[in-house]
Every structure is written in C-alpha cells, then in structure tokens.
C-alpha cells in the first residue's frame, strides 16, 4: 500500500513509522524511569529525534519537501532547547548537587 | 540493498535507545544516542533527505552532544542509583509504554497512504531544493528560527553568568 522503491528494491513506509513509535516510546520510558535530570534532556532529544524520522518518511511518501523543512526546523529548536535546558541544569549544579529530579520539586530560586 | 541497510540501521538506532535509557552513567547514555543519531542519519539517507542528514550529524551528533559531554565532564560523572521515591515506578511506567504504543500503533495502522505524485528523486532532498523551499515560501519562519536561536543564546548567557552581586 505504502511502496517505496528505492534503488531497485523495495522499502515501506509503515516500517520508518513502526521504528519511529518504538524510540519515541522508548524516550517516554526514559523520562518517566530515570531520575538524574540530565539522562532526562537526553530521552527528551530521543523524543524528538524519532518524531524527525516520522516527518522525514511522510515527506518521501507524499513526495513533499516541506516535511524536510519542518524537520530542519525542529532541529534548531531542540538545539536551543537543549541549550536552554542546560543552562538551567549548570545553574542548579552551581549550588547543590542534585542526583534526584525528585529534589527539584520546588521552584523557588 | 536498501532493506538489509534498513534493518541494520533500526537495530543500531533501538540498541542505542535501549542503551540511552538503561545506562547508570550518563556519559554513557549521550554517547548511545550519538548511536542513535548516526542511525537516524543513515535512514534520511534512505528517505533521500540528503541535507537534513548532513543537518542531522553536524547540529545533533555534533554541536548539542558534545554540548551534553561539557555538562557531564564540568560536573563530574554523577551516578545514578537504584533507589524510587516513587514506589512502582518502573511499573507504572512499563503500563504507560505499553499503552502509549498500542495508541501510537492503532494510529498508523489507521493511515491512509495517499499516491504520492511521481517525485524527481534527482532533485528531492538536495541542497538546491531546500534552499528553494526555504528562503521563497517560508523564508519567514526561517527568520523567526535566528530570532529564536538568538533568545536561547542570550538567555543560555544569562543564566549561566556569575551571580556576584545577588549572594
């Protein structure tokens, strides 16, 4: 239903979607089970990551750029929210350790 | 061809997942998802997405892993123990995974593909098209995107200055 043909042989587009929900979910497990907030902003990445693979494969499917464009944008903005993120994290670093998100359950500064 | 690279991506990119998320240290978890990436990388290749894959190693593999390595070496290899404020925490979680990827199954399999027109795989995906997308139609969004990275610069700065006055 969904072919792709591909240098001669044959790839379908259900697969690129099927890997995709399995690293987005297996980011969603990394959030909810680590605890160290920097392994966090990691699975975060990884959410997105797969949701860059879902853009990419339906732009081929449809034959559309702009997927591809999306997906360039969304690179920039995990890149600066990775940025942001981090500096929050080297912030709260400064003045206590912190090896437990639990203890960061208060937001005051 | 285009299978076995197929698979032998996706595997790279679950193990690297799986790595990411089971890893006590975390310098172990940014390098499994430059595993990750690199993986990814292959399969846009695939999807003949030629400069969103060069984007891809260059801002992901590159620029912002390396931004998680200089956390991980100024702060120290923190490890991370096995031990759950939260009480059936791993199980909690493993239902909600499960149920997320039920959800997201049920969704694709609701797809309905349409019959892409015929594409010109000679231009799809290359410098020259993307460019073309990017500075005639949405050459506004692409605009807002430097604004954007210009507030994430500066605030990076600001929240990571040294407060001398206020302590």
């Known amino acids: 239903m969904s072919d792709m043909t591909l240098g001669g042989s044959h790839?379908?587009?259900?697969?690129?979607?099927?890997?995709?929900?399995?690293?987005?979910?297996?980011?969603a497990v990394g959030v909810l089970v680590r605890r160290n907030p920097l392994v966090i902003l990691i699975c975060i990445e990884l959410m997105?990551?797969?949701?860059?693979?879902?853009?990419?494969?339906?732009?081929?499917?449809?034959?559309?750029?702009e997927g591809q464009l999306f997906?360039?944008?969304?690179?920039?903005?995990?890149?600066?929210?990775?940025?942001?993120?981090?500096?929050?994290?080297?912030?709260?670093?400064?003045?206590?350790?912190?090896e437990d998100i639990d203890e960061l359950s208060e937001m005051k500064g | 061809m285009a299978v076995a690279v197929f698979f032998v991506a996706a595997l790279m990119a679950v193990a690297g997942?799986?790595?990411?998320i089971s890893f006590r240290e975390p310098i172990r978890s940014v390098l499994s998802l430059v595993v990750v990436m690199i993986a990814l990388g292959i399969l846009f290749l695939l999807l003949s997405a030629q400069f969103v894959f060069v984007a891809q190693i260059i801002v992901y593999a590159g620029a912002v892993m390396v931004l998680f390595l200089f956390v991980i070496a100024l702060f120290g290899p923190a490890r991370e123990f096995a031990r759950?404020?939260?009480?059936?925490?791993?199980?909690?979680?493993?239902?909600?995974?499960l149920g997320l990827l039920i959800l997201i199954w049920v969704m694709l399999?609701?797809?309905?593909?349409?019959?892409?027109?015929?594409?010109?795989?000679?231009?799809?995906?290359t410098v020259q098209s993307i460019a073309l997308g990017l500075f005639t139609t949405y050459l506004y969004p692409f605009e807002l995107t430097s604004l954007l990275l210009l507030v994430a610069a500066?605030?990076?700065?600001?929240l990571s200055r040294k407060k001398v006055d206020d302590r």
């Open chain 1, 11 to 27: 790839l379908d587009a259900s697969w690129f979607l099927i890997l995709s929900a399995i690293l987005f979910t297996l980011g």
């Open chain 1, 71 to 98: 997906t360039l944008m969304s690179i920039t903005v995990a890149a600066a929210e990775a940025v942001v993120g981090l500096a929050i994290l080297v912030d709260i670093f400064h003045t206590r350790d912190v």
């Open chain 2, 84 to 97: 759950a404020n939260l009480r059936f925490q791993s199980w909690l979680s493993a239902v909600f995974a």
């Open chain 1, 48 to 65: 997105l990551n797969a949701v860059n693979l879902t853009l990419v494969t339906f732009s081929r499917q449809l034959g559309n750029l």
């Open chain 2, 109 to 125: 399999s609701g797809v309905q593909y349409r019959q892409p027109e015929k594409t010109d795989l000679t231009l799809f995906g």
């Open chain 2, 154 to 158: 500066i605030g990076a700065i600001y």
């Open chain 2, 17 to 20: 997942a799986i790595g990411v």
